[in-house]
C-alpha cells in the first residue's frame, strides 16, 4: 500500500505543525475511568493519536506511535516506537484492537508525574534507534482520541475535517484517499513569542497530502529533503526574538490552527509542540 507522494522538507515543519509528524509524547493528560477514577493501565497502553503518519524513505516507511504506563497515582512513563515496514507492508498500526505489543527500541521516553511536572518537554532519546531520523517534535497533548479506541471529539478534529472539501478524491488499492497540497496560496505560518514580536514565515515550496480521514491515516515522502530554510528562519528568529515561548499560528484554506511551542537549537526542525 506504498502510495506516496513528495513533500519538500522545509514546508514538512509546518506539515508537522498540522498533521503531527514525527512525533515524540513528552506530556499527557491523566487517564480517568467513566466515573473520574484514576486508571492504573498495569503496563503500557496504546494511545491513538490524531493521525498516524507514515515518513517514507528508500530503506522503508517510519511511523512513531505512543505508549502510556499510569500508575495508580497518576504519574505516568510515556514511550515513543517507530512501527518501521519495508516493502509493499501495511505502515499503519491497526487501531481496531487494544493491543499493547511493540517490538524494537523506544526513540525516546518522558517521565509525566500528575504532580510537580517541572517541563512538559523532559524526555530522553535514543539516536541509535530506527525512527530517530523522523523524530521533529516533542508533543504535550490532551486525550483528543484517548488509548485504544476511546475517541473524544476536538475543535482541531473538525477544522481538519473541513479542509477535506478542498482535496481530491483518488483511489488506492481500492480505497478512497484525499490529496491536496499546501503552498503559498492557501498556507500561512506566523510565529509571535508573546513578547511583542511577531514574523510571518515565507512559504517557498510546496507539500503534497494524501489522506484517508476515515482511518485517520496519512502518508508524506521525505526522499527529497529541498528547502530546509523555513525550520531554520523559524529557529533563528525564535534565537534573536526570545520570549515565553513561541505561538505559531498555522492558517489552512483560512482554517487556523495554533500550537505553544519552543523552538531548539539541537536540531533544524526540532521545535517542542504544545497542543491546546
Known sequence: MRKTVTVGFGLAFAASLLLGAGCALTN???ITDGDGNVVNTKGNAYIKQFFQ???????????????VDQKANGDRKLSTVNYFTTG???????DLYCSPDWSGCKVATANDPEVGDVDDYDYAVNPSCSGY??????????????ECGKTRASSRSLKMLALASTMTPVQIN???WLRGSLNALNTSLVLNNRNGSACTLPITSEIGVTANFATRRLILDLTNPNNRSLAENAINWSNAHPGVG???????NGSDFVFHTKLMNNARNWPQLHYY
Open 174 to 176: 481500492g480505497a478512497t
Open 133 to 146: 531520523r523522523s523524530l521533529s517534535l516533542l508533543v504535550s497533548t490532551t486525550r483528543y482520541y484517548g
Open 53 to 67: 503518519t507514515a515518513t517514507a524513505y528508500p530503506d522503508g516507511t517510519d511511523n512513531l506511535i505512543w505508549y
Open 88 to 94: 509493499t507492508a501495511e505502515p499503519f498500526k491497526d
Open 246 to 252: 513561541v505561538e505559531a499560528t498555522l492558517r489552512v
Open 28 to 30: 499527557y493528560e491523566l
